[in-house]
């Protein structure tokens, strides 16, 4: 079983939709999880981060958290073109501190 | 504050020649990582140290990868001798001080792009 599991997408919505992008990982133990986004030939960059079950938001953005399903989610409201990108769940497995497993990643595509 | 920073960007070899890479990153972070992305898909964990010290290594291909951190900053990743399966993006990564708050928190360089023909 792959530690990190994501929809590989591509994921279509129209311009103002909500995107929703789902994340599920293996390690029970897990404490920090993380949505980056990467555009096509950058780096990936941080958007959001939580560390407890429920909702966290920021801006256009809301991550939630089930640790007993093991699942986490990202929401995008109100979508944009610009927000048409790749993005990778990240997971902080309990037995090891600072390591951070990626997932594969969900192409997002948000048509005009 | 400075990013992390990465060079070369592009390489360009054949098969079985040898090419390194080198990472600084941003100053006062103690873990730094290497991932491997190949087109298509996530970053796969090489190698994180703490410090000068190796945390895990055991995605590493040790028979042909080596990574080194000396004095606790600087890293270069060398791979030696190169094969087709190499061609991606390796991307240099640093987070803070175990413990302090954000501590796995990753900010990333640029990447260096290898295509191995």
């Known amino acids: 079983q792959k530690e990190v599991e994501q929809n590989s997408g591509p994921l279509s919505v129209p311009e103002g939709a909500i995107a929703s992008l789902n994340c599920t990982y293996s390690?029970?133990?897990?404490?920090?999880f993380f949505w980056y986004r990467q555009y096509s030939g950058k780096s990936p960059e941080l958007i959001m981060s939580?560390?407890?079950?429920g909702d966290k938001e920021d801006g256009r953005f809301t991550a939630q958290l089930n640790k007993a399903s093991q699942y986490v989610s990202l929401l995008i409201r109100d979508s944009q073109p610009s927000d048409s990108a790749t993005y990778l769940c990240?997971?902080?497995?309990?037995?090891?501190?600072?390591?951070?497993?990626f997932g594969p990643g969900t192409s997002l595509s948000v048509i005009p | 504050e400075a990013g992390v920073a990465q060079s070369p960007r592009y390489k360009i070899i054949e098969k079985r020649q040898s090419v390194a890479f080198w990472c600084n990153p941003i100053?006062?972070?103690?873990?730094l990582y290497w991932y491997q992305q190949i087109l298509g898909q996530g970053p796969k964990l090489l190698i994180q140290?703490?410090?000068?010290?190796?945390?895990?290594d055991s995605q590493l291909p040790k028979d042909r990868f080596s990574a080194e951190r000396l004095k606790g900053v600087d890293s270069t990743l060398k791979i030696q001798p190169a094969k087709l399966e190499d061609s991606a993006v390796y991307l240099c990564?640093?987070?803070?001080?175990?413990?302090?708050?954000?501590?796995?928190?990753?900010?990333f360089g640029a990447g260096s792009r290898l295509t191995v023909l």
């Open positions: 990564a640093s987070s803070l001080n175990q413990g302090a708050a954000g501590a796995n928190v990753l900010t």
């Open positions: 939580i560390y407890s079950n």
């Open positions: 390690d029970r133990g897990s404490q920090s």
């Open positions: 100053s006062g972070h103690a873990t």
């Open positions: 140290f703490q410090n000068n010290g190796v945390v895990d």
């Open positions: 990240a997971v902080n497995p309990e037995t090891s501190y600072d390591k951070v497993i």
